[in-house]
């Protein structure tokens, strides 16, 4: 099966909430694996760990696959401090 990508970027928040969603709507609609690019987040707020636990579970429930390519420190650490970690599949990291 195909694998689609989401990256990140660098700044992973709010303001960037909308733009995200949009994303992981046009993502579900392909019918494939995704691998979240977050390697290079430096920053990552609540409302996005928020979407990608939806999207995350969405996948989930199409029996499809989300991986993480290079998880960031701080996007680990942000997870954690949420209790979002194993929710999200970040804890093998």
């Known amino acids: 099966m195909e694998i689609e990508k989401l990256d990140l970027g660098t700044k992973c928040t709010i303001i960037r ?26 920053q990552i ?4 760990l928020q979407l990608l636990l939806g999207f995350h579970s969405a996948l989930h429930q199409a029996g499809r696959q989300l991986s993480w390519k290079s998880p960031s420190e701080q996007t680990i650490t942000s997870a954690k401090l949420l209790g979002l970690e194993q929710s999200l599949g970040l804890n093998h990291h």
């Open 17 to 42: 909430a909308e733009e995200l969603h949009a994303q992981m709507e046009t993502l579900l609609q392909s019918e494939h694996d995704v691998e979240v690019d977050c390697s290079q987040v430096e």
């Open 45 to 48: 707020d609540t409302s996005a």
